[in-house]
């Protein structure tokens, strides 16, 4: 079935590295690619998306491009802040079934000053 | 304008007890769709409601059910609560079945 593969965390970096999450998918068809952010005690927030094939999604200074040839969608941003502390999450939704969303296992990232 | 609101926000049950969590939808929305979280992992797809009717289901036993209401707002009831049911149990609306979900808080279940 469908999946996502996101990177383990924590990830730990100091304020202005630069960060790489590395998502990649299985799914048949042409699925729906996402990255949604948790920053504590609040809801799941959509980040960014791509719909199809070579879209480059982004928002915040992150970005992510949608790469069928390797089934990937691999989260970067420049230049990190603390207050992008957060766990991160890649989600596709199936092409046949746009109404549910299946998300990776999430990767916690921690910016220190 | 409110967004997703859930209650409550948490709550604490035995096994065997059953238990229902409300969600009110985005304001203009008409469409519900919920999840679980268990800790340290991404959010499942329980269902999703659209008028009035359960539109598609992943892969939960029978004892989660939903439901919907006339003003789009939705229960979601689980039944004989095991202790793997503890979670935080997030609720999404949208303007359609295929649209863009937004996320409540969620409700934080804990199951003895």
């Known amino acids: 079935g469908d999946s996502v593969t996101q990177m383990e965390g924590p990830v730990t970096l100091s304020e202005e590295a630069f960060l790489t999450i590395n998502c990649t998918y299985t799914?048949?068809?042409?699925?729906?690619l996402f990255w949604y952010v948790q920053y504590p005690g609040e809801g799941l927030q959509l980040l960014l998306k791509?719909?199809?094939?070579?879209d480059k999604g982004s928002n915040k200074g992150f970005e992510a491009t949608y790469r069928k040839e390797t089934t990937s969608f691999h989260l970067e941003k420049g230049s990190v802040q603390v207050s992008d502390s957060a766990v991160y999450f890649c989600?596709?939704?199936?092409?046949?079934?746009?109404?549910?969303?299946?998300f990776g296992s999430g990767t916690r990232l921690s910016i220190r000053p | 304008d409110a967004g997703v609101t859930q209650s409550p926000t948490h709550l604490i049950k035995t096994r065997g007890q059953q238990v229902t969590l409300r969600c009110s939808p985005k304001s203009g929305h008409d469409t519900v769709s919920w999840y679980q979280q268990a800790l340290g992992q991404g959010p499942q797809f329980i269902f999703q409601?659209?008028?009035?009717?359960?539109?598609q289901r992943g892969n939960f036993p029978d004892r989660f059910s939903g439901h919907q209401f006339p003003n789009y707002s939705s229960e979601l009831n689980v039944n004989a609560l095991l202790l793997g049911d503890s979670a935080l149990y997030l609720c999404?609306?949208?303007?359609?079945?295929?649209?863009?979900?937004?996320f409540g808080p969620g409700t934080r279940l804990t199951v003895l």
């Open positions: 999404a609306s949208s303007l359609g079945p295929q649209d863009e979900q937004f």
């Open positions: 409601y659209y008028e009035e009717e359960e539109r």
């Open positions: 799914a048949t068809g042409y699925p729906s």
């Open positions: 791509a719909t199809k094939a070579d």
């Open positions: 989600a596709l939704s199936p092409y046949s079934s746009a109404s549910k969303i299946i």
